[in-house]
């Protein structure tokens, strides 16, 4: 927010801020992580699942999941309790988050490819997919990182060597400036496209091979809970980084809404894209009558 303003002068509205969003990602993180857990160990003791792309690709997309709400806890907590925390300690965990984050919908759109090329290229891909898994996740990886690097080096010039290393009791937001919003934005556009163009192939194969058909009712539900999870994902990200930090009540408030929408969406993405599949499902039951035998 710019504390030149008016609305902005009062700290109190920067540390009601923080403390609810840390609050929400406190919630959000426990019941994350809680769920993350369970399927990891799922697919960690079932070699035949170790195998499947797509539940590896889970299992990142999960990870980045509980460490963006973690990191988030953190950021926030430093700004809601005025830590007076190190400046460059705050654009480390800032610009953590924001990597993992990111990290959130790069691994929504390579589960989207992935399922993409399974259905549509059956015979092929597996093995094409199987044997180019990690070197795609440590690409994409390297490419999230030096991105976030090259901006914060852009936007991160103007305090001095000396001042980054000062305490500040606020936490700043880094990459808020225009380059970061406009980059940030094509970026989500790009991997949005990428997403909706694999489910429209995808639905057009599948109605093809007659399994859109009227009765198929679970196959067109599957669909229709992905996009709309993915649009919980998306539609809150482009509306916050496209106004960007602005004054007011309403602005406040309007934030606040939409990181709710956000952070809600991030406790059921463990639900939508792990404890829905079939595979997951068939291994749960033995695993918690495992435990349940296990507690005293």
């Known amino acids: 927010?710019?504390?030149?303003?008016?609305?902005?002068?009062?700290?109190?509205?920067?540390?009601?801020?923080?403390?609810?969003?840390?609050?929400?990602?406190?919630?959000?993180?426990?019941?994350?992580?809680?769920?993350?857990?369970?399927?990891i160990a799922i697919v960690s003791q079932s070699l035949q699942l170790r195998k499947e792309v797509r539940l590896v690709l889970l299992c990142h997309h999960l990870l980045c999941i509980s460490s963006y709400c973690g990191l988030g806890v953190v950021f926030q907590g430093m700004r809601a309790l005025l830590a007076n925390s190190p400046l460059l300690l705050c654009w480390l965990v800032f610009g953590a988050q924001l990597s993992v984050g990111e990290?959130?919908?790069?691994?929504?759109?390579?589960?989207?490819?992935?399922?993409?090329?399974?259905?549509?290229?059956?015979?092929t891909s597996p093995s094409f997919v199987d044997s180019a898994k990690y070197r795609i996740l440590a690409g994409t990886w390297t490419m999230v990182i030096l991105k976030n690097v090259g901006l914060f080096l852009i936007e991160g010039t103007s305090p001095t060597p000396a001042s980054v290393f000062q305490s500040a009791p606020l936490c700043p937001v880094i990459l808020n400036g225009m380059p970061a919003r406009v980059i940030g934005v094509f970026s989500l556009a790009f991997l949005l496209s990428l997403i909706?163009?694999?489910?429209?192939?995808?639905?057009?194969?599948?109605?093809?091979?007659?399994?859109?058909?009227?009765?198929?009712?679970?196959?067109?539900?599957?669909?229709?809970?992905?996009?709309?999870?993915?649009?919980?994902?998306?539609?809150?990200?482009?509306?916050?980084?496209?106004?960007?930090?602005?004054?007011?009540?309403?602005?406040?408030?309007?934030?606040?809404?939409?990181?709710?929408?956000?952070?809600?969406?991030?406790?059921?993405?463990?639900?939508?894209?792990?404890?829905?599949?079939?595979?997951?499902?068939?291994?749960?039951?033995?695993?918690?009558?495992?435990?349940?035998?296990?507690?005293?």
């Open 1 to 39: 927010m710019n504390l030149s303003s008016e609305h902005c002068n009062i700290s109190d509205w920067l540390r009601l801020e923080a403390t609810v969003k840390a609050s929400v990602y406190v919630v959000a993180f426990s019941i994350a992580t809680s769920l993350t857990v369970v399927i």
């Open 103 to 123: 990290g959130i919908l790069f691994t929504l759109t390579l589960m989207a490819l992935n399922t993409y090329l399974a259905i549509c290229y059956p015979l």
């Open 196 to 296: 909706l163009v694999s489910y429209c192939l995808i639905y057009r194969e599948g109605k093809r091979a007659g399994h859109f058909n009227k009765s198929n009712i679970k196959a067109r539900r599957t669909v229709l809970v992905h996009l709309l999870q993915i649009s919980l994902h998306v539609i809150p990200t482009l509306i916050i980084i496209g106004l960007g930090k602005r004054c007011g009540v309403f602005f406040f408030a309007l934030n606040l809404a939409l990181f709710g929408i956000f952070a809600f969406a991030q406790c059921f993405n463990p639900l939508v894209y792990g404890l829905r599949n079939r595979d997951l499902q068939s291994k749960l039951y033995p695993w918690l009558c495992c435990w349940k035998k296990l507690l005293p």
